[in-house]
């Protein structure tokens, strides 16, 4: 993916934004910043972003609201989508509607273990394999 290429942060809260977006920059890409998902799916289609990571929970368009515009634009359909939420491991009943998400996040997330799924999804790589509870 090119350098040039921008991630998108998508989170109602400033501090959520500023702490991704922070966990971003070594990655060298610009970061976008949304508030909401209306704004997100504006930028998308607009900038074109290597992968957007979206929280789940916000006002004016949630997270589910979002991804589901977005999966359905042929423009933007095929950016990798990591949903953040702070809700931990989110029960069964309510993945419907996430199905075309990449990858669920639970708030508060890893700073470098969250830049290394980025990286990982923009560069195509393959699955990270999990890391052994004890050495």
């Keep these: 993916m090119p350098k040039d290429s921008p991630i998108l942060v998508v989170d109602d809260e400033p501090h959520m934004r500023?702490?991704?977006?922070?966990?971003?920059?070594?990655?060298?890409?610009?970061?976008?910043?949304?508030?909401?998902?209306?704004?997100?799916?504006?930028?998308?289609?607009?900038r074109q972003p290597c992968i957007i990571l979206l929280d789940h929970i916000m006002?004016?368009?949630?997270?589910?609201?979002?991804?589901?515009?977005?999966?359905?634009?042929?423009?933007?359909?095929?950016?990798?989508v990591i949903i953040l939420s702070s809700r931990g491991q989110l029960a069964v009943?309510?993945?419907?509607?996430?199905?075309?998400?990449?990858?669920?996040?639970s708030k508060p997330f890893s700073p470098a273990l969250l830049r290394r799924e980025?990286?990982?999804?923009?560069?195509?790589?393959?699955?990270?394999?999990p890391e052994p509870a004890f050495a």
Excluded: C, W
Excluded at 19 to 30: D, F, Q, R
Excluded at 63 to 80: H, N, S, V
């Design 59 to 80: 006002p004016v368009m949630d997270g589910k609201a979002a991804l589901q515009e977005l999966k359905a634009d042929p423009a933007t359909r095929d950016i990798p």
């Design 118 to 129: 980025v990286e990982r999804l923009i560069s195509n790589a393959a699955p990270l394999e």
């Design 93 to 105: 009943g309510q993945y419907q509607g996430f199905e075309s998400a990449t990858m669920f996040v």
């Design 18 to 46: 500023r702490v991704a977006e922070l966990s971003m920059k070594p990655l060298g890409h610009p970061i976008l910043l949304a508030g909401d998902g209306l704004e997100a799916v504006k930028l998308a289609r607009s």
